[in-house]
Nanobody
Framework: QVQLVESGGGSAQPGGSLRLSCAAS????????MSWARQVPGKGLEWVSG????????DYADSVKGRFTITRDNAKKTVYLQMNSLKPEDTALYFC???????????????????WGQGTLVSVSS
């Protein structure tokens, strides 16, 4: 079955960096667009970033553009989110998600996603 396991969350100071990882299994990873989203308790899910199946295309929410970078390693079946210049408003539970079936390879928006991981918590404070 599909499994997505996020890791790398933790605490950081404003201006600091963290690198999130999402290890995938149970599907042909290299055929699927992948995305990251985040949720603050009591608020809705916010799409953060997405990457095409072959890594040729990426997109970011305006709130993280220029600070976050999404990459993937299809050999390792892992997608990453490098987060730099962190701000307190980046504090959230971060999830990775895969494109729904059948994959196009570029389905990376919230409405194109299905399976989700359990999330990893990022806390930014001084």
């Amino acid at each position: 079955q599909v499994q997505l396991v996020e890791s790398g969350g933790g605490s950081a100071q404003p201006g600091g960096s963290l690198r999130l990882s999402c290890a995938a299994s149970g599907f042909t990873f290299s055929s699927y667009g992948m995305s990251w989203a985040r949720q603050v308790p009591g608020k809705g899910l916010e799409w953060v970033s997405g990457i095409y199946s072959d890594g040729s295309g990426t997109d970011y929410a305006d709130s993280v553009k220029g600070r976050f970078t999404i990459t993937r390693d299809n050999a390792k079946k892992t997608v990453y989110l490098q987060m730099n210049s962190l701000k307190p408003e980046d504090t959230a539970l971060y999830f990775c998600a895969k494109e729904a079936d059948p994959p196009t390879g570029w389905g990376i928006t919230l409405d194109a996603l299905d399976a989700w991981g359990q999330g990893t918590l990022v806390s930014v404070s001084s």
